[in-house]
């Protein structure tokens, strides 16, 4: 499991490479926070290389989107494949993010 | 076919919960079970029961202990876990969907246990959970 942040133009992107869930949540929130920090405001999280998101990777979603905005950012979520866009529907966060098809979708939707 | 039981003792560490659920769902796997129930269902709601266990049965306390049995067969999982803590009521946990609740950043662990699992139960003391997910019925040829 691992977070690859990179820089494509003012857009932050985050590869999640493995799961989202309670044991390593906290270091997303970090890095994106870090990134926050520094002056980002437009951050692209591609799922593309993603297994599965427990609740508290849907938990940790919720809190640095609602961050983000906080900061006058936006956020996009991208390539979440046919089992996270289950969890995304069934708990309505499908409602709450802004959710691409791919990275390329999400990168010239800001 | 006779299931294959398992039992882990678990530390009460977060860290070890990624490995607990790909060592059931192997088990399972290899006993012939669903490859996309275990994909999605099981790893998600077998996460959800360790991680709820861990930081609110156990209090995230390290001297404490998560039980697992399960039980798998090609048919049928079935998985118990327990904690050392004084459990809880699970009778009064909010509707995460609700648009007052979908901001919130918890609150969803047992909402998706019980839309991912066929069957949910709670002990009575509310420190156990016992989970079963059935493969999907086959067509007669």
């Not at chain 1, 997303?28 to 002056?39: A, D, P, T």
């Not at chain 1, 405001?41 to 989107?65: E, N, P």
């Amino acid at each position: 499991m691992s977070f690859d942040v990179k820089k494509q133009d003012d857009v932050t992107v985050i590869d999640v490479e493995g799961q989202l869930i309670v044991g390593n949540r906290q270091e997303l929130k970090q890095k994106v926070l870090e990134e926050l920090e520094g002056g980002a405001r437009k951050f692209l999280i591609d799922f593309a290389d993603t297994g599965y998101i427990d609740s508290s990777g849907l938990g940790v979603l919720v809190s640095l989107s609602k961050k983000i905005r906080e900061q006058g950012g936006e956020l996009r979520l991208a390539n979440l494949n046919d089992d996270l866009r289950t969890l995304f529907e069934l708990t309505k966060l499908d409602t709450l993010f802004h959710i691409a098809n791919s990275r390329d979708e999400a990168l010239t939707s800001f | 076919m006779k299931p294959v039981d398992l039992v882990l003792e678990l530390p009460n560490d977060l860290r070890a919960i990624e490995r607990a659920v790909e060592f059931l769902a192997s088990r399972a796997r290899e006993a012939g079970f669903d490859e996309g129930l275990l994909r999605l269902n099981f790893r998600v709601g077998v996460t959800e029961a360790l991680a709820n266990a861990m930081l609110y049965g156990n209090r995230g306390d390290e001297k404490k202990h998560v039980r697992v049995d399960a039980s798998v067969t090609a048919e049928r999982v079935r998985v118990r876990v327990r904690d050392e803590g004084g459990g809880f009521d699970p009778d009064h946990l909010e509707d995460p969907t609700l648009p007052v609740n979908r901001a919130r950043v918890g609150g969803r662990g047992i909402f998706l246990i019980t839309k991912l699992m066929d069957q949910v139960e709670f002990n009575e003391a509310g420190n156990a959970i016992t989970m079963v997910l059935n493969a999907p019925a086959r067509e007669a040829p």
